[in-house]
């Protein structure tokens, strides 16, 4: 028996169990077979397998990439500074996390480990400690004496504690009495008070005036009675700098050296943007300003409170325009903002009493200079067309024109010369039948076949090709093809017929040879004539004297009757 049918017996006797062969079946080879596997071609998936990152449900727990063992740490970052805190495991980073952990407060995105630290009681750096080390700390001093001065550097902090200040330069902290600005009132007393390296009753400057009366014993300068100069310094020690001395600066936002009197400020010099002079009208426009061109824009430009027209600088020159033509006649000229009534900004009319004359205007056949280009009716649109006429045969060459009022020498109204160097071509000559084949008469043929050609031969078709010509006539200077030079065919439709052809018996009665008789009067005729008695024949002869009768004498056929 063939091995396909034993097999065929052996399934059939097995039954079910064949099926349950094929479930036992391990394809992956990881020790669980198909019912158990549920994906029996990846060696990584069985219910055994570690879960991975691999979009494959590793374990058989229904659930792809749950708790795979090479997930990646994300932490969540609520408020989304970079920074989170509760962790999640996740083969893909899910939405709102971060990659970086540490954020001791994930509800406000200005606190973070990568956050200044600020004085305002608040661990912004996560780092456990309030305000340490933050970016607005002030420098502190040993305020021993507690006089609101210290001379010792303690170091930056958020707030001072007792016996400290923000205030240094205390020349002597055990002395709540000496500190900076501290009052010397006792010109005898040789304490240096307040710590400015001079004692009451010392004059360190020699200005005449001891340091407790003078406000700085370091300057001559500056002393009580000291008259006050614009330096930014108290000099008549009065308390108050520079005052009664501030000169008077004005705000110039166009920057052309002049300020508006309503922006003033006080100071020694001018401040940046401003200027001492006060009398712009117009601190917009860098254009307006006393002294300024005027313009014509209808502005006062140079603040005088007025707006003439005729003092401005980019008036225009017009023209008056006696004819209406818009052009002036030159002259004087008015200069002024826009046309006064009359005038017009061209001033190159020649004639400015007749509208037709102006620059560009026609020229015509009038001895005027219309166009104003200083000749008399050059280029004139009523011109006469002039043809040069070299042969002199009264007609020109259509290529050799100009135009001109007047007939020039030489020169034609007519262009229809077809060969201006011969005078015997041209339109009125006659045409000749020659052997350089000229066209005389310009009509586009030469020795063409009309009646006027001189010299012309009569040449008659021969239609029906027999070699004899026709009664059609052609006039030609040469023999047209299909045409004989002499007509003797009596019908040019039968190439049977012509002169010299053979007369035949016929019932139609043609006379084939073209000699004036039909074959029955023609002794010429073919056929079978009768022969008749000689005194019948003689009878024939004088009643038929055209008649030429044959010896012995034959009848024509039509006769045979008689």
């Not at 608040?122 to 780092?127: K, L, R, S, T, V």
């Not at 254009?287 to 209808?298: R, V």
Request: proline content about 5%.
């Amino acid at each position: 028996m063939p091995l396909r049918g034993i097999v065929a017996l052996f399934l059939i006797g097995c039954g079910n169990d064949v099926s349950i062969s094929k479930q036992r079946i391990d394809d992956d080879s990881v020790g669980y077979f198909q019912d158990a596997d549920c994906d029996d071609t990846h060696a990584t998936v069985h219910p055994d397998a570690l879960e991975i990152c691999d979009g494959l449900d590793n374990d058989c727990d229904g659930t792809v990439d749950n708790g795979a063992t090479d997930a990646t740490v994300w932490f969540v970052d609520a408020d989304g500074d970079g920074f989170g805190d509760e962790n999640v495991s996740s083969c893909e980073q899910p939405d709102g996390t971060s990659t970086k952990n540490g954020d001791c407060d994930d509800t406000n995105a200005s606190i973070s480990p990568d956050a200044s630290e600020h004085c305002d009681g608040i661990d912004e750096d996560c780092e456990g400690t309030i305000d340490n080390d933050p970016v607005d700390a002030s420098l502190w001093y040993t305020d021993a004496d507690e006089d609101g001065y210290g001379d010792a550097l303690i170091g930056p902090a958020c707030s001072g504690s007792t016996g400290t200040s923000a205030q240094n330069g205390d020349c002597d902290d055990g002395n709540a009495a000496i500190h900076p600005n501290a009052p010397e009132v006792d010109c005898a007393d040789p304490t240096d008070y307040n710590c400015d390296g001079s004692v009451g009753y010392a004059d360190a400057d020699a200005d005449g005036s001891p340091a407790c009366e003078d406000c700085n014993d370091a300057d001559a300068s500056a002393r009580p009675g000291a008259t006050e100069a614009c330096d930014g310094t108290d000099d008549d020690c009065d308390g108050t700098i520079d005052n009664g001395v501030l000169l008077s600066f004005y705000r110039d936002g166009d920057s052309d050296g002049y300020g508006d009197a309503g922006q003033v400020t006080a100071a020694c010099s001018a401040p940046s943007g401003y200027t001492s002079d006060a009398t712009d009208c117009d601190d917009a426009d860098t254009t307006i300003y006393p002294g300024a061109a005027e313009l014509c824009d209808g502005q006062d430009h140079d603040c005088d409170g007025l707006v003439l027209e005729s003092s401005s600088v980019d008036t225009s020159l017009w023209y008056a325009d006696s004819d209406g033509d818009r052009f002036g006649g030159g002259g004087g000229g008015v200069y002024a903002c826009s046309a006064p009534a009359g005038h017009v900004a061209d001033g190159t009319d020649c004639l400015d009493s007749d509208a037709s004359v102006y620059p560009g205007a026609p020229e015509r056949c009038d001895g005027v200079d219309e166009d104003c280009d200083g000749s008399v009716d050059n280029n004139a649109v009523d011109a006469t067309f002039w043809y040069l006429d070299a042969d002199s045969d009264r007609f020109g060459n259509a290529a050799r024109v100009q135009s001109s009022c007047s007939q020039p020498a030489g020169y034609v109204a007519n262009a229809t010369d077809c060969d201006d160097s011969l005078n015997t071509v041209n339109p009125a000559a006659p045409e000749l039948c020659d052997t350089a084949n000229t066209d005389e008469d310009c009509d586009g043929s030469a020795d063409d076949a009309d009646a006027s050609t001189t010299g012309q031969s009569r040449w008659y078709a021969d239609a029906d090709a027999d070699g004899a010509g026709g009664p059609g006539i052609t006039l030609a200077c040469d023999q047209p093809a299909g045409t004989l030079s002499t007509s003797t065919d009596c019908d040019d439709t039968n190439a049977t017929i012509y002169p010299g052809a053979q007369e035949r018996c016929d019932a139609a009665d043609i006379d084939e040879d073209c000699n004036g008789l039909a074959d029955d009067d023609d002794p010429r005729r073919g056929g079978h004539p009768r022969l008749v008695s000689g005194r019948r024949c003689g009878r024939l002869r004088r009643q038929h004297p055209r008649l030429r009768l044959r010896q012995p004498c034959r009848l024509p056929l039509h006769l045979h009757r008689l």
